[in-house]
């Protein structure tokens, strides 16, 4: 969805679409991000221990070269970036390119060949997975350069600005994006690729799962816009220079947005903040409307204790004020290695989120207890929700278990059609509930979320998945208990006013996605809000 400050491209001789995945609009000379490392043709291998030393050096210099990277940056990518030195540094990998040497391929060869084998076991999983074993082919090329003795991969830095254009992009590569990176287009990815997540925290436009736009020559002017996936090829100067000059309209405005969620006639609306971390925290929001617990624990091969994880949350309760925390989503589909759950043959509809629980009561438990005392030692009352709740007995379940540690409002996030369609008895068992757009779209139409083809079926603003969301703010409504979004619909400045046209009372987002948000809500009155949500459902 465009921000609604947008209107279309005029002039322009070419045009290319992709999936918009964050908002803005920019325009600058395109240049072609390099390829991988080619190999040259195996070698004969004289000392096999000596290619296997040669493995470990160079999986070692990735883990550390990542490291490094993550220790100059903070937030999801600083997370994100560790947990890609654990799978440099994972001794399995390194076990598998020592086979291989031994067999008789050089370092270089034995380390293609050990991250090909890891990548389609994890594109043989399927969703979040499938997502991920496209950054096991960065480490490749990395790990591959440093056996060759040629320069790890990396970004183009041509001396002025830029739209960057690749095959797809790597973690390291988007968090070690400079200023000079105008916008992102890549002809791979989805909407919840690292691409994705990491351009909307930084508020930089990208469209992923762009055909053809690797084909454009390097240097010409090309328009991105991360709200419509629409991309203008051939640019004149003066074309160009209108978007900049918009682009620097949009930020001052955006710049002096402030103050609460609210319609033009004073309907309030909490506009609330994801984070994975205290490091994620910033100010213009009412608080936190989503705390992904799983994030601060994503590289860890033994489980936090008790004590980490007080330390953890006492950090964001003491800053944040209003929080809600999301209990570990945590499964096969994304997997925490400490929990060392079984490999299934779909995860995406297997133990994941409070699934967990029936297999691991212990770290619920755990939980639980560490944000309890949280709690107490900031004086703060957070509320705490648990994911991928679907039926009556697993919220009144949670509930109970939260209350016993004197948490005084349980919820469950709504992400599978069967909460939805219970969520009125639901509300009879938790204080709130806290709706998932991202999986809730994929549950509904069956359609995998990571799948970029299959985006018109993602699309929130389907009226399929607007009538369960309705459903659930009818429930709020009636039991007198606020029901929020928290999925990517909730940042997106044309489906917000829909999302409170439906009833619901909060927008958990991105931080860089409120002041658009507020900035949307404010143009329109609830009556208005509410008839866009009329005739989107019909």
Known sequence: MADPGAGPWRGTAGRLTGLGVSQGRAAGPLIRMAGPPALPAPRGVTDPGAEAAAIGKALEAVAADLNRRAAGTEGEAAEILEALAMIADDPMLREDAEAQAREGLDAAHALDAAFGRHREA????????????????????????????????????????????????SPADTAGLGPDVLALVTERGGPTSHTAILARARG????????????????????????????????????????????????????????????????????????????????????????????????????????????????????????????LDAGTDKPLPFLGLPEEQNPALGVRGLRVDRLLPEVLDTQLDAIAAAARQTGTRPWVMAPMVTTLAEASSFARRARARGI????????????????????????????????????????DR???????????????????????????????????VCGEAAGDPLLAPLLVGLGVTSLSMAPVCVPLVREALARLTLEECRERARAALE
């Open 450 to 484: 990571q799948h970029s083809a299959l985006a018109d079926l993602l699309d929130p603003s389907q009226p399929a998945l607007l009538e369960l969301i309705a459903m659930c703010a009818r429930a709020g409504r009636e039991a007198g208990k606020p029901v929020g």
């Open 408 to 447: 005084t409002q349980a919820g469950v996030m709504v992400e599978v059609p069967a909460a939805a369609l219970h969520a009125a008895r639901l509300l009879q068992e938790v204080d709130f509930l806290s709706i998932g757009t991202n999986d809730l779209a994929q549950y509904t139409f069956a359609a």
């Open 122 to 169: 994890l594109a043989a999983l399927g969703g979040y997975l499938a997502e991920r074993a496209a950054d096991l082919d960065d480490l490749r090329h990395r790990a591959v350069a440093f056996a060759l003795d040629l320069p790890m991969p990396g970004l183009p830095a041509p001396g002025h600005p830029y739209v960057l254009v690749a095959e797809d992009l």
């Open 204 to 327: 930089l436009p990208a469209v992923v799962a762009c055909a053809g736009a690797l084909a454009v020559p390097d240097g010409t002017v090309i328009g991105v816009d991360g709200g419509t996936g629409e991309i203008a090829v051939g640019l004149t100067a003066q074309e160009a220079a209108k978007v900049a000059e918009e682009g620097r309209a949009r930020a001052v405005r955006l710049a002096a947005s402030e103050g609460p969620g609210r319609t033009a006639d004073g309907h309030p609306v909490k506009l609330l903040h994801n984070v994975g971390s205290a490091a994620d925290l910033r100010p213009g929001a009412e608080g936190v409307g989503l705390f992904r617990t799983e994030f601060l624990f994503l590289d860890r091969k033994l489980a936090p204790s008790y004590e980490e994880q007080v330390s953890a949350y006492a950090e964001v309760f003491g800053q944040a004020g209003h929080v809600i925390v999301r209990t």
